[in-house]
């Protein structure tokens, strides 16, 4: 299971993660969505990365994240016949490891890889990528594999 990303869309991850700490930056992760999508083992390779606000207000933008359902139904449309699709989403995490947090579980959906920048003291700690496990209760962690 992994998620291979060019080396240039991991350096521009890290840098929109950095510049928004002590915040949460988050987006999509567009590329060809793979047969088997959903199962455990799967490799999605990422073509672009498209930044978006983080929803939240304020104050709680430091420890969480949220992405609009429009956004995601239009970005969906957009792509649409395109061949390619959301195939999971990033975010960081100030000030604290790059684990999952609960409320990362419970929004989580099956199929996407979740990508998970930490940032800590406005530098990069740490980057590793998740997906939710089949049961919903757990996170499985996949290689993160740069591709130049
Ligand atoms: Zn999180």
Redesign the pocket.
Same mark, same amino acid.
């Given at each position: 299971m992994s998620l291979k990303v060019p080396a240039q869309l991991i350096e521009a991850v890290h840098r929109a993660a950095e510049k928004a700490f002590p915040e949460e930056c988050c987006g999509f992760l567009i590329g060809a969505v793979p047969n088997g999508f959903e199962k455990p083992g799967r490799t999605v390779m990422v073509e672009e990365i498209q930044a978006l606000p983080n929803g939240w207000e304020a104050g709680s933008r430091t420890h969480r994240y949220q992405i609009d359902p429009k956004i995601f139904a239009k970005t969906e449309a957009e792509l649409s016949g395109t061949g390619k699709g959301i195939v999971g989403l990033y @975010?960081s @995490?100030p000030s604290v490891p790059a684990w999952?947090?609960p409320f990362?579980l419970m929004m989580a959906w099956p199929c996407y890889s979740y990508w998970?920048v930490s940032v800590i003291e406005g530098k990069i700690h740490d980057s590793r990528s998740w997906m939710r496990g089949e049961d919903g209760r757990n996170f499985v962690e996949e290689n993160i594999v740069e591709e130049n």
């Open positions: @975010h @995490h999952p947090s990362d998970i």
